[in-house]
């Protein structure tokens, strides 16, 4: 059993790979380029792919004596993978569901917290050597504890945001979602993200990816977010339309943002990079020791399971 890794793991999980298979890893941390995923298909029976790497249908279909058999994908997303052209090509594809809930949703109480509080520019002013000391009407942000939170897609990790906004800091819980969820606590649902965002002070993005999602928050969303409002996105960049989102930040449209994902990644606008009303994570939402092991180790148990003929363990 052939394996490539095309990122970097961590120390637990590379020697998992080395003991179990003959395993190569590539010490690159950038995206596969085109000829990278041909020579993956082509070559190895499973490759363990992450983020941008863009195994489209095209890249695909260009490897027609393909060797790979699993797309172990490294990662709850999967959007970078063509799956219904892999399927086609005989090649399964996993994921790492279940590994990332908890991480990422911290992630996004960090990016609430920091965002309505103007913590990432606070710490800006400090470093400068510009701070003064306080005063009683000193960056004035936005109290977090009893608000509304609005969030778009109650899956594991909408649920585990929601969870933490209602019994951390006692706020409701507005959510849209294709059907009616019960999370374990008091939530409500909304017939459009348009209705949902007129309604809440916060409003996160926790869908997929994809076609079906992409610019689901644009200009109409943010036309109707209320001034005071803040935007999350700790889901997929292209979810958001980054330039209606920085045109309705430039005129004060809404308060702020928190990101940690971007429309065209690794690439943020200077524009976005300029603004002190948003707060700018590099793609943290999974960045633990314990959650990247984890997610490694469940990508290395999809590729025992090929190895052993066994019924994977996480098909997308």
């Known amino acids: 059993m052939k394996l490539w890794i095309t ?13 179990e298979f ?11 380029s085109r000829a990278e995923m041909e020579r993956a298909l082509r070559d190895y029976d499973v490759v363990m792919p992450t983020l941008g790497d863009l195994f489209s ?4 279909a260009s490897v027609p004596d393909t060797r790979c058999r699993l797309l172990a994908n490294f990662g709850v997303g999967y959007n ?5 052209a892999a399927r086609a090509a005989g090649i399964a594809v996993t994921n ?6 908890d991480a990422t949703a911290d992630i996004a109480m960090t990016l609430i917290l920091m965002s309505a509080r103007r913590a990432g520019e606070g710490e800006r002013l400090v470093r400068s050597g510009s701070w003064r000391g306080w005063h009683p009407t000193q960056m004035l942000g936005l109290h977090v504890t009893g608000k509304t939170v ?21 706020m409701k819980v507005l959510y849209t979602a294709r059907s009616d969820k019960d999370p374990g606590y008091p939530v409500s649902r909304c017939d459009s993200v348009e209705e949902m965002a007129a309604q809440v002070d916060f409003l996160v993005v926790a869908v997929p990816g994809g076609a079906e999602t992409r610019h689901l928050v644009d200009e109409g969303v943010l ?21 209606a989102l920085i045109a309705a930040l430039q005129d004060n449209q809404i308060a702020g943002a928190g990101l940690d994902v971007y429309e065209f990644e690794p690439k943020v606008p200077e524009a976005l990079r300029g603004l002190d009303s948003v707060t700018l994570l590099p793609h943290l939402g999974t960045a ?4 990247r092991t984890n997610m490694g180790h469940m990508a290395l148990d999809n590729v025992a399971a090929l190895a052993a003929g066994k019924p994977l363990p996480n098909p997308v």
């Open 80 to 84: 970078h993978i063509d799956v219904s």
């Open 96 to 101: 790492t569901p279940g590994a990332v809930t």
């Open 7 to 19: 990122r970097p793991m961590t120390a637990a999980v590379e020697a998992r790979a080395r003991a």
């Open 57 to 60: 249908a095209e890249v695909i």
């Open 22 to 32: 003959d395993v190569h890893i590539r010490p690159d941390t950038g995206v596969l």
């Open 223 to 243: 036309a109707a977010m209320q001034p005071h409002a803040h935007l999350i996105n700790i889901a997929r960049g292209e979810i958001v339309k980054e330039s």
């Open 288 to 291: 633990t020791e314990e959650v």
């Open 150 to 170: 609005g969030i778009i897609g109650l899956g594991r990790i909408g649920a585990a945001i929601g969870r933490r906004c209602h019994f951390g800091f006692g």
